[in-house]
């Protein structure tokens, strides 16, 4: 597998794409409030992104209808926001957005607790995004990809969650999706490939609180729990560099 390298100008780019991602998801983030339908956090986030000059990487990709994905509770990923689906106090909710600027994607994802949540939804938010950041110790020039995976699994399995295995993250530039697709665990004991500086990826682990699988509901989209527990999503698109990973869209 050959993975494409950015040049530093396209590195530019991308680091201004993903500022602007990390910019709309923290405002995103701090509007989430019980009684709004996810369609209204849906307009906000592409009103936010297009008032940035940007385009939102989402919609119509394959046919998704909105800007932002949002999954609530049970949800994993690629929710429809919907006028008839209203948040309320205690939900966890997972925003994934992604926008394109000058030709250049970014992509990456929250899980926000609504109001005063449970301690459990709390700390699968907490240990969702801690294995995000353990994948990162591993994301260093000269690893294997799959380090990263294996690290974000472990750090689920260590704290009894399930890592949902059907959906991964993928390398990110010009398209929002490339080679190599990152599954969350080490498939079938093999490395990957190799990590080199100037690659662009999209990291995001997808944890259960109870087992790693799911199902699609019937619009197509929307990944859910197979048990019902609830599912957190954290994401972001990074750079690997000679030294310490660059989180783009972390600010
Ligand atoms: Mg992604």
Not at 73 to 101: K, Q
Not at 176 to 187: G, K
Request: charged share 25%; with cysteine; hydrophobic share 40%.
């Amino acid at each position: 597998m050959t993975v494409a390298l950015k040049t530093d100008h396209e590195i530019d780019l991308m680091r201004h794409a993903g500022k602007l991602l990390g910019q709309t998801l923290q405002q995103l983030t701090a509007a989430v409030r019980p009684g709004m339908t996810t369609w209204e956090l849906n307009k906000l986030g592409e009103d936010i992104i297009r008032g940035y000059g940007c385009i939102p990487s989402f919609l119509d990709y394959n046919g998704f209808p909105a800007a932002i994905c949002i999954s609530v509770n049970d949800e994993v990923v690629h929710g429809i926001p919907r006028g008839d689906i209203t948040i309320e106090e205690g939900d966890i909710v997972s925003l994934d957005a992604g926008l394109i600027y000058k030709g250049y994607h970014a992509d990456a994802a929250r899980t926000v607790p609504v109001g005063n949540v449970s301690r459990q939804a709390e700390r699968l938010i907490k240990v969702t995004e801690e294995c995000f950041f353990e994948g990162m110790k591993y994301a260093v020039d000269g690893a294997h990809l799959y380090d990263i995976s294996a690290a974000i699994a472990a750090h689920a399995k260590k704290n009894h969650y399930g890592v949902v295995r059907e959906l991964t993250g993928h390398g990110i530039g010009k398209n929002l999706h490339e080679e190599p697709f990152i599954p969350n665990y080490r498939p079938f004991f093999r490395k990957g490939p190799k990590l080199e500086a100037g690659m662009t990826l999209a990291v995001e682990p997808m944890i259960n609180e109870g087992s790693r699988h799911i199902y699609w509901k019937e619009d197509n989209w929307t990944v859910c729990t197979d048990d019902g527990s609830l599912s957190a999503h954290y994401e972001n698109t990074i750079l690997i560099t000679d030294g310490e990973p660059e989180i783009l869209t972390l600010i």
